[in-house]
């Protein structure tokens, strides 16, 4: 056997002892590689976190205006839903009929209600103030949104980042070793198409979930908007009928 077969031989021996499983092409990665897939990794853990805290908000937070609605709309007294909803309302939907009622209080308990202009006014408080809730409680629930969306965006070039560095590094390995043989540039190229994988895999379930999220979060909101235009109408009524 020449010299040239057992170079073969004890290239490809070498290249076989590397082994290409996941954890393999992290450990025998150039070091910048390995903190772009620690990078990705972390961002992909951090991405799923949100997804499964978020969409147990939204279910929590739907099933909480479902049973809101059902008690505001099944005739009772306002003051008593006031009552049992407290100073701490449980969901946002809640929340903007608990400031609106607590400003309506203030109002009437006063006697400010007299003039026409003063009802007008009480009226658009009220309005501005379930708004206002409206927006607190939005931004509440968009809150780490932005995280996704960057992760959405970012991970397919951070992941290309550490393909085009491990393949540069692969390229220093050939001329390190002054061979073209396929079982040199393998496991370098592996390593950097590795990354690349790691990027998509943290990318694709951002993308989905920040649109989904984002969907249910607008319809949300527009609940809430329905329900204000629901309520200042009461509100207008109760006024019209106050002495």
């Known amino acids: ?15 076989a002892s590397v082994g290409f499983s996941p954890l393999d092409m992290f450990l025998n990665a150039d070091w910048v590689v390995q903190a772009v897939m ?15 805290a978020k969409l147990t908000k939204m279910k929590s937070v739907q099933a909480g205006a479902d049973r809101f609605e ?14 049992r909803v407290g100073t701490k309302p449980k969901d946002p939907m809640s929340a903007v009929f608990s400031a609106a009622m607590k400003e309506w209080r203030r109002s009437t308990s006063k006697n400010r209600v007299q003039s ?49 560095w491990g393949i540069m590094h692969s390229f220093q390995s050939i001329a390190a070793s002054q061979s073209t043989n396929l079982a040199v540039v393998a496991p370098g190229i592996a390593e950097a198409l590795f990354a690349t994988a790691l990027g998509l895999i943290a990318a ?3 993308v989905l979930a920040y649109n989904k999220l984002s969907n249910q979060i607008n319809r949300y909101a ?22």
């Open 70 to 83: 059902e008690s505001f709309w099944s005739g009772g007294a306002l003051e008593s839903l006031y009552e």
């Open 116 to 164: 026409n202009d003063t009802r007008l006014h009480l009226r658009e408080r009220i309005e501005k103030v379930m708004r206002v809730t409206i927006n607190r409680e939005v931004d509440q629930l968009e809150t780490q949104m932005t995280f996704l969306a960057s992760v959405g965006s970012t991970a397919p070039f951070i992941g290309l980042f550490g393909t085009v």
């Open 1 to 15: 056997m020449d010299n040239n077969s057992i170079d073969s031989v004890n290239v490809g021996e070498s290249a």
């Open 222 to 243: 527009m609940r809430l908007d329905g329900f204000v235009d629901e309520f200042s109408s009461i509100i207008s009524r109760q006024l019209e009928g106050v002495e």
């Open 204 to 206: 694709i379930p951002a």
């Open 38 to 52: 620690l990078i990705l990794i972390a961002a992909s853990f951090w991405c799923w976190t949100i997804i499964f």
